[in-house]
């Protein structure tokens, strides 16, 4: 059985930071790329960070860009998302994707096929 299991998730102050990790179980995902998207009160999920299979290439939502860094460990199945300056409108579901695209360089919503289960981000002002 395939799992995606997120972590990481809390309370902060404006400002601060925080390490979101997303541990894949089940089998591996090191030839596809995985990714971010979250999803706040009301709101539609939205893409939020994406890297390559390798994880040389990754990408961001303007919103993010500059503050946070995805980065990927094959070896552990492993997809990390750090996230620096942290602002309230960073509130949100976070949701760790797997996509099916053979050595693809980034996740859509569209072509993701695995989603984990969510950790929650609360930024205070």
């Known amino acids: 059985q395939v799992q995606l299991v997120e972590s990481g998730g809390g309370l902060v102050q404006a400002g601060g930071s925080l390490r979101l990790s997303c541990v894949a179980s089940?089998?591996?995902?090191?030839?596809?790329?995985m990714g971010w998207f979250r999803q706040a009160p009301g709101k539609e999920r939205e893409f939020v960070a994406g890297v390559s299979w390798r994880g040389g290439s990754t990408n961001y939502a303007d919103s993010v860009k500059g503050r946070f860094t995805i980065s990927r460990d094959n070896a552990k199945n492993t997809v990390y998302l750090q996230m620096n300056s942290l602002k309230p409108e960073d509130t949100a579901v976070y949701y760790c994707?797997?996509?099916?695209?053979?050595?693809?360089?980034?996740?859509?919503?569209?072509?993701?096929?695995?989603w984990g289960k969510g950790t929650l981000v609360t930024v205070s002002s």
């Open positions: 089940g089998r591996t995902f090191s030839s596809y790329p």
């Open positions: 994707a797997a996509d099916r695209t053979l050595y693809g360089v980034t996740v859509t919503t569209r072509t993701t096929n695995y």
